[in-house]
């Protein structure tokens, strides 16, 4: 199985992207939001686990359900950029897993999706002003934008691919994407 996970700062067109792909591939939307029946600050590593957990129990299911192919918003791999303490070591167990999950036969492809941080910065604007309840997970705070996007950009060597979306149109970004997914999928033909 082939796992395509989009990973990168917030407001950066992953779960754009997703949707995108919806009709064509099986999908796992950023579940973070879903989570969040118990109300963790989601700077803390227990609301991380707490995702770590669900996002490797949805890639099980889908390898045993016969899946070949299945796109995500956000990894494991993620999740690491938004803790306060701890991140390398939550960021090894990560890769951890993740080597274990290719010791299955489900091969992931981390690409980054990123932007300059005033483009992020000015789309995290929009979108709060669209869903001002996002506010309880920190994404208008400017100082942990810029943590969070030099976290995927100093860790360039763990991204399969890196696609920069702050001067791409949606189309351009989902061709990018098609793309490294059509180019991972010849490394691991079915």
Request: net charge negative.
């Amino acid at each position: 199985m082939i796992v395509i996970s989009l990973v990168g700062p917030s407001a950066a067109g992953k779960s754009t992207v997703v949707k995108h792909f919806a009709d064509r591939v099986d999908t796992i939307e950023e579940s973070y939001i879903e989570l969040d029946r118990h109300e963790l600050d989601s700077r803390w590593t227990l609301s991380k686990w707490n995702f770590m957990a669900n996002w490797f129990n949805r890639i099980l299911e889908k390898r045993q359900d016969g899946v070949s192919i299945v796109m995500t918003d956000r990894s494991p791999l993620c999740s690491a950029a938004y803790v306060v303490r701890g991140k390398e070591e939550y960021l090894n167990l990560a890769l951890h897993s993740l080597d274990e999950l290719t010791r299955l036969g489900v091969h992931c492809y981390p690409v980054l999706l990123t932007a300059r941080l005033p483009v992020l910065l000015e789309r995290t604007t929009r979108r709060l002003k669209a869903e001002p309840w996002r506010a309880r997970y920190h994404e208008q705070d400017g100082d942990r934008a810029e943590s969070v996007r030099n976290y995927f950009e100093e860790r360039s060597a763990h991204w399969s691919h890196v696609v920069d979306t702050s001067e791409l149109g949606v189309e351009q970004v989902c061709t990018r994407v098609e793309s490294i997914m059509h180019e991972s999928m010849g490394n691991h033909p079915s």
